[in-house]
């Protein structure tokens, strides 16, 4: 048997057993020890949430206080962090905040699986910006920037308005209808989450930030089985 000393193995934190330190799998019960954050997606966006509850549980500053911005020095360290807000390119808020109706696209009605399949696509990728708004104003709500966390909300409300009418312009064939069921209810979660955590930012909340963990918890797992279901229905169409 191989010999290690005690500064060369690391108990696993599933079965207990000594393996070596630099072992990425557990030898014995096989548990992967690769990237956890990658691994638990769920757990992370939660933990976001979590710091602006810690903020909004521990400030008791003014509304003048709210209004203020962060320094240079505070935006560069959120936008270099894992978590940091992103822009992405113009869905229903410009780059001046000012919001927009996109132009409303008339679609021919049709049973065509692989046109309603790209418009499937195009509503999940839109659901997924509107989650990385709300996590954005997570994290511009931890850092104490609510004027921005407040703007990120408002850009997250556009996109989950934007998700079923992108579903919606094609008739649903019977092998996509699990997916959009699902794609609606897990928009109908983020939506709540959405309006949770707005009123916590304008109150200090802590109770409706909680409230926004659950249902962004939810919608994440909904959003997951969705996407598992759209990929049998395109494997289906092949």
Same mark, same amino acid.
């Given at each position: 048997?191989?010999?290690?000393?005690?500064?060369?193995t690391k108990s696993c934190p599933k079965c207990g057993e000594r393996i070596q330190s630099s072992a990425k799998v557990?030898?014995?019960?096989?548990?992967?020890?690769?990237?956890?954050?990658?691994?638990?997606?769920?757990?992370?966006?939660?933990?976001?949430?979590?710091?602006?509850?810690?903020?909004?549980?521990?400030?008791?500053?003014? @509304?003048?206080?709210?209004?203020?911005?962060?320094?240079?020095?505070?935006?560069?360290?959120?936008?270099?962090?894992?978590?940091?807000?992103?822009?992405?390119?113009?869905?229903?808020?410009?780059?001046?905040?000012?919001?927009?109706?996109?132009?409303?696209?008339?679609?021919?009605?049709?049973?065509?699986?692989?046109?309603?399949?790209?418009?499937?696509?195009?509503?999940?990728?839109?659901?997924?910006?509107?989650?990385?708004?709300?996590?954005?104003?997570?994290?511009?709500?931890?850092?104490?920037?609510?004027? @921005?966390?407040?703007?990120?909300?408002?850009?997250?409300?556009?996109?989950?308005?934007?998700?079923?009418?992108?579903?919606?312009?094609?008739?649903?064939?019977?092998?996509?209808?699990?997916?959009? @069921?699902?794609?609606?209810?897990?928009?109908?979660?983020?939506?709540?989450?959405?309006?949770?955590?707005?009123?916590?930012?304008?109150?200090?909340?802590?109770?409706?930030?909680?409230?926004?963990?659950?249902?962004?918890?939810?919608?994440?797992?909904?959003?997951e089985q969705a996407t598992e279901e759209f990929n049998k229905a395109n494997n289906a169409n092949l």
């Open positions: 048997m191989e010999q290690e000393t005690l500064g060369q557990c030898r014995y019960c096989k548990e992967d020890f690769g990237n956890w954050f990658a691994r638990h997606k769920i757990i992370t966006g939660v933990l976001i949430f979590i710091a602006l509850l810690i903020v909004i549980s521990s400030n008791d500053s003014s @509304e003048d206080k709210v209004a203020t911005p962060v320094s240079e020095t505070s935006k560069n360290n959120t936008s270099t962090s894992n978590s940091a807000p992103v822009k992405s390119d113009k869905t229903a808020v410009n780059s001046g905040g000012d919001a927009y109706s996109p132009a409303p696209e008339t679609t021919t009605p049709t049973e065509d699986a692989s046109e309603y399949g790209k418009a499937m696509s195009k509503a999940l990728i839109t659901l997924t910006k509107g989650v990385g708004y709300t996590q954005n104003a997570a994290v511009y709500g931890a850092s104490g920037n609510y004027a @921005e966390a407040l703007k990120e909300v408002d850009n997250a409300s556009d996109n989950y308005s934007l998700v079923l009418a992108e579903i919606k312009k094609l008739k649903t064939p019977d092998s996509y209808k699990k997916t959009q @069921e699902l794609i609606v209810e897990a928009t109908d979660k983020f939506n709540q989450a959405n309006n949770f955590l707005k009123n916590g930012l304008n109150k200090k909340d802590v109770g409706s930030v909680n409230r926004a963990i659950e249902l962004m918890t939810e919608g994440t797992k909904i959003t």
